[in-house]
């Protein structure tokens, strides 16, 4: 029987640079810096849920500032954990809901924040984002078709998926290969918009890889700067 996961006020919290987790995704971690230690320690023997945010890097610069987070961020729980021998671990974590952060609660001996859970919002009629998303498929196939490397075994898996959101959120997290664009999609609760965005972005990659191989005709890879 399933159990109803209660997503608390305040968790703990890992920020990452060059990261931006979304709900429904797993995200492989390694955990090996003491504060991390003693964070997952305690996870594990409470809800088994914390944020993973990532690294603001234009407050880097700010006075006082250490490891700025993005305001929105994804709270995931521990779905597997495996401990080495040196007391480092391996997890896999799912992403739950996006959620944002109102204040820093505690920095020791870990972060932890008080955070709103955020929903998503269809922003439109269901058969449009069902069109969009039928329209981002397409797209990934095309990519593929012009040379960029897809894992089959996650292209086959997104064909699976019905539910617009869901789509987008795992295709931006698996797929997308910009960080500032990845946060900028996981901050947008408007889920035609987060699909137009993403549209946007793999129509110009489209347009390039297309480009790309017209300009290269039929020479290798290591050729075309002769053409």
């Known amino acids: 029987m399933e159990m109803e996961i209660v997503v608390p006020d305040e968790v703990p919290v890992m920020t990452l640079p060059n990261t931006a987790f979304f709900p429904q995704a797993l995200l492989p971690l390694h955990i090996f810096e003491p504060r991390y230690q003693r964070m997952l320690s305690k996870v594990l023997a409470t809800n088994r849920l914390f944020a993973v945010a990532g690294l603001d890097s234009r407050k880097l610069d700010e006075e006082g500032s250490f490891e700025p987070p993005h305001r929105v961020v994804t709270v995931g729980i521990v779905r597997a954990c495996q401990q080495t021998e040196n007391g480092t671990s391996n997890l896999l974590v799912q992403g739950l809901c996006r959620a944002e952060i109102l204040g820093i609660v505690a920095e020791h001996p870990y972060r932890v924040i008080s955070i709103r859970a955020l929903a998503s919002n269809p922003g439109d009629d269901p058969e449009d984002n069902r069109r969009l998303r039928g329209e981002l498929s397409r797209l990934l196939a095309l990519k593929g078709e012009f040379g960029a490397v897809l894992p089959s075994e996650l292209t086959d898996f997104l064909r699976t998926i019905d539910d ?14 910009s960080p500032a664009l990845k946060q900028t999609l996981l901050e947008t609760l408007d889920v035609r918009t987060r699909l137009e965005l993403f549209n946007r972005q793999l129509r110009r990659e489209v347009g390039a890889l297309r480009l790309r191989q017209k300009l290269q005709g039929d020479l290798s890879d290591n050729q075309i700067s002769d053409n």
Not at 164 to 177: I, Q
């Open 164 to 177: 617009p959101a869901t789509f987008v959120d795992l295709a931006v997290f698996s797929l997308c290969e």
